[in-house]
């Protein structure tokens, strides 16, 4: 049975949607100064700053909201996406209890993976890497917690609802299988890490010279985190590998940002 046929669960979808798509833009506005910080502002603008601001949101909320879009469909079709956020939004009484329930995992999950890279930075990359990318100043904590409600938020609706989800979907039909087996949801949650690991080289790239060592260290570290969010997303849903995603965060933006003061 199609979940989404009838009107009722069209209607829902949209609720979903649009709390989703609402959520990518608290996290498009509050990167902003942690982004700035890190690059600086351009030196020279072709136009005004609050143009250069609009146009980046509105190009952001049309990526954000046709991923949210497939991935809700696709999500729909192979047992991915926000089950618990559908339900609450349904106006199920037991919603907030299964949220309760695997939020003390998503953030130990979280927590847990923030130490362990800071302290694989610390022991075994620091000395390896380039000088230019040891010495940049982390942004200041508070500009840290900002940007860990666009990890939390945009990049788990790109990387699990969007791209796992889409890789999940392939899987299943290459596998001629209506639902995909665990064989397929790993292989999509480990293409959807390494490509989130990926997915950071460009910003280094600004930074420091893409050396071995640091494409290495960049596809390691943030693979691990993406494989336990992608676990997440799986086995409790969305709102699991956000939370997740957000500690994880928080522990390496804000925390990190402190200790290297």
């Not at 890190?38 to 136009?47: D, Q, Y």
């Not at 509105?58 to 991935?71: I, K």
């Not at 299964?98 to 302290?119: D, K, N, S």
Request: overall charge positive.
């Amino acid at each position: 049975m199609n979940l989404y046929a009838g009107s009722d669960d069209r209607r829902l979808t949209w609720k979903v949607f649009g709390v989703l798509v609402m959520g990518a833009l608290v996290g498009v506005w509050a990167v902003i100064p942690y982004t700035f910080t890190l690059r600086g502002l351009p030196p020279a603008l072709p136009i005004p700053f609050w143009l250069l601001l609009v146009i980046g949101t509105v190009q952001n909320l049309l990526l954000f909201a046709g991923v949210t879009a497939l991935g809700l469909w696709l999500g729909g079709k192979v047992g991915l996406g926000a089950p618990v956020l559908r339900a609450w939004l349904a106006g199920d009484p037991e919603a907030p209890c299964r949220f309760r329930a695997f939020l003390p995992l998503a953030i130990t999950t979280g927590v847990a993976v923030g130490v362990v890279i800071l302290l694989l930075e610390r022991v075994v990359f620091a000395s390896l890497l380039p000088k230019a990318l040891v010495t940049i100043s982390a942004p200041p904590p508070w500009q840290g917690f900002l940007a860990a409600f666009y990890g939390g938020i945009n990049e788990e609706l790109l990387m699990r609802l969007g791209l796992m989800t889409l890789l999940a979907w392939a899987g299943a039909k290459i596998t001629r299988r209506r639902r995909p087996g665990a064989g397929v949801f790993w292989t999509a949650n480990v293409l959807a890490a390494l490509l989130f690991g990926a997915g950071h080289l460009p910003t280094l790239a600004a930074l420091a010279p893409l050396t071995t060592i640091v494409v290495v260290r960049t596809l390691l570290l943030n693979g691990i985190a993406g494989m336990l969010f992608g676990w997440l997303y799986w086995r409790r849903g969305l709102l699991a590998a956000m939370a997740s995603h957000f500690s994880a965060d928080i522990v390496l933006h804000v925390v990190g940002a402190m200790l290297g003061r």
